[in-house]
């Protein structure tokens, strides 16, 4: 089994430069205004979201795969001449996306694993990345499936969320209820663990929310150390950019890369994110 495809859903933050290099699939996710649907990144830009969102109104929301569409995706692959895939998915808890992918993965004639990253964003994606390097290492399937599993829950995740809104209309921000009951301009900052999004400190202002952030890591992970790094933001790219020089200068990033994480993100953080991911170099061999 020499050919396998890596596949990721469409919360995933990964460039579109880096997917196609290592040859990452995305299997999109869909985003509503009202009656009005779009499929991310194939109909909607991330741009064309965030100028939609700015019009009076807007509430979006979204919705994963349909079982048809899961499966055409993994279809894809095969035809492909891919003879096994690998799918990482946004933790379970978040959406019925890596369900719908298990029932598609059930009509393969190929093997299909289906990993539930236990996370989003960038986690997904560089579990993505380090799967999609052991593949073009010449890693065998079953060891590329380990590795996807040993990562998965294990991929840090820090994020400052700028407006709160969004995450008050989404509903999937359990644990976070105490906050939305402040009317005070505060920036959390939220970590993910098993898949549930958990409120670990607030700050009134985005100066504030960045350095903190920056203390938060740097608690978690001493200086120097060699970690595999995403940078995410929602619509911040500046912000992003700066986070960026300050954590490529203090830790030694044997992989770093910056991600929008995109419109399916944006309709339930909002616009306004800027986060890190990270796992230590060593946490993906066995």
Known sequence: MDRYAVIVDGTAALPPELAHDLDIKIMPLHVLFGQESYTAGVDLTAEEFYARLRQPGAVPSTSQPSLGEATEGLQAAVRDGSRAAIAITVATEFSAT??????????????????DSRSVAGSI???????????????????AVALAQRLAGN??????????????????????????????????????????????????????????????????????????????????????????EWLTGTYHCVEHFTAEAGAV?????????VGVCWYPEGTAKA
Do not use: W
């Not at 994606?125 to 060891?143: F, K, N, P, Q, W």
């Open 265 to 273: 993100i944006a309709a339930h953080g909002g616009p306004g994110i």
């Open 125 to 143: 994606g560089l579990i993505a990345t380090a799967v999609a390097r052991a593949r073009r290492s010449g890693a065998s399937y079953e060891d």
């Open 98 to 115: 890596h369900t719908t992918i298990v029932a598609a993965a059930q009509q393969m004639p190929v093997p299909v694993t289906v990993v």
């Open 155 to 244: 991929v840090g995740l820090l994020a400052i969320i700028d407006t709160l809104e969004q995450l008050r209309r989404s509903g999937r921000a359990s644990g976070m209820q105490a906050i939305f009951g402040s009317l005070l301009a505060i920036k959390p900052i939220v970590t993910i663990r098993e898949g549930k999004l958990e409120p670990i400190d607030k700050v009134r202002t985005r100066e504030k929310a960045m350095e903190r952030l920056k203390s938060l890591l740097a608690e978690r992970v001493p200086a120097g150390s060699r970690i595999h790094a995403c940078t995410l933001h929602t619509n911040e790219p500046e912000r992003a950019r700066l986070f960026s």
